[in-house]
């Protein structure tokens, strides 16, 4: 039968084990690094390691130690202790704009292309803004009618990505959907714990768009989504909500949704699939627990291989 298991190590980098019968294959993603660490050995190496007293642990089942054996050899460029375990129960099973650490996942599709061309085209309106109001923190309170169009464009798309999330994995279907059933898109994409900045303007502030997001009062929470409804049913009485501070924080969302949803790679120059970019870089991220990411099966071979086999709905798995 086999066994697959995640694990991290004390730095917190994510790797996977899998052992079918005698044959072992380990997959270790460095942070630092753009290289991936594979293995694929024999797992009667490290039953006799244990049978000759030089080791301890399970010869039937995956163990932190038996994985550190196989670690061993990269030890130079790697932090080999293992201080996270989990076991998998259906490796190969994932959910649709559900990131949380997918590995070679080939996230490219025609929703996707069409999610980025749309932030593009938001992206490029926002820079043509700046020729006229420079982004710095003195000028985080200019308002105006410009603003207010591109404030409504943008949090329409974070709608619009959250909605997504929600219908693609089984959520109930409705005929209006309001931020009573956005929320449910935090804990599952850990949007509460990213952080960015403007990529080009590293002096002003970071933008933690989603990070005083709460259920007990879901739209008041996010001031920039507050600031959208009012300026959208009521413009000449809050045209002071359309402020490029809320305009920011509204494409910073945007950002982190997509990273979210599609990986923390798709923007990053030599491990996106695509050549699109964003204006934002992330400097925090969730940090999943290794019974909280997918994992795919691994195929041996003269590189390890990655395969995902099975598309679920979060929803279903995971009523709420």
Request: charge should be negative; include cysteine; proline fraction near 3%.
């Amino acid at each position: 039968m086999t066994q697959t298991v995640s694990f991290r190590n004390a730095v917190g980098d994510l790797g996977f084990f899998q052992k079918d019968g005698d044959h072992v294959c380990l997959s270790l993603q460095p942070r630092e690094s753009l290289n991936t660490i594979m293995e694929s050995n024999s797992w009667q190496a490290w039953a006799q390691i244990v049978g000759a007293g030089c080791g301890a642990g399970d010869v039937n089942s995956i163990t932190v130690e038996a994985i550190q054996y196989y670690l061993t050899r990269y030890a130079e460029s790697v932090n080999i202790k293992v201080v996270e375990m989990s076991s998998v129960r259906k490796p190969g099973v994932y959910y649709p704009r559900i990131s949380r650490g997918k590995v070679e996942f080939d996230y490219v599709s025609s929703e996707f292309l069409q999610d980025l061309r749309a932030f593009r085209n938001i992206q490029e309106s926002v820079d043509m803004l700046f020729n006229y109001v420079e982004p710095s923190e003195s000028n985080l309170k200019a308002y105006g009618h410009k603003i207010r169009e591109l404030l409504i464009l943008s949090c329409t798309e974070v709608e619009h990505l959250l909605l997504k999330m929600l219908v693609d994995n089984g959520y109930e279907r409705k005929e209006r959907y309001t931020t009573n059933d956005y929320i449910k898109c935090k804990e599952v994409l850990g949007l509460g714990d990213y952080d960015a900045v403007l990529a080009q303007h590293n002096d002003l502030r970071s933008f933690k768009s989603f990070g005083s997001w709460s259920g007990s009062s879901p739209t008041k929470t996010l001031p920039w989504y507050s600031a959208y409804n009012a300026v959208k049913h009521n413009r000449s009485d809050n045209i002071q909500d359309a402020n490029l501070e809320h305009l920011l924080n509204a494409v910073s969302a945007i950002h982190i949704l997509l990273e979210s949803q599609y990986g923390e790679n798709i923007f990053k120059r030599w491990t996106s699939l695509t050549e699109d970019r964003s204006m934002f870089s992330t400097v925090s991220s969730p940090k999943w627990r290794c019974d909280q990411v997918q994992a795919p099966i691994l195929v041996p071979g003269w590189d390890i291989s990655y395969k995902w086999t099975e598309e679920r709905k979060y929803f279903d798995d995971h009523p709420v």
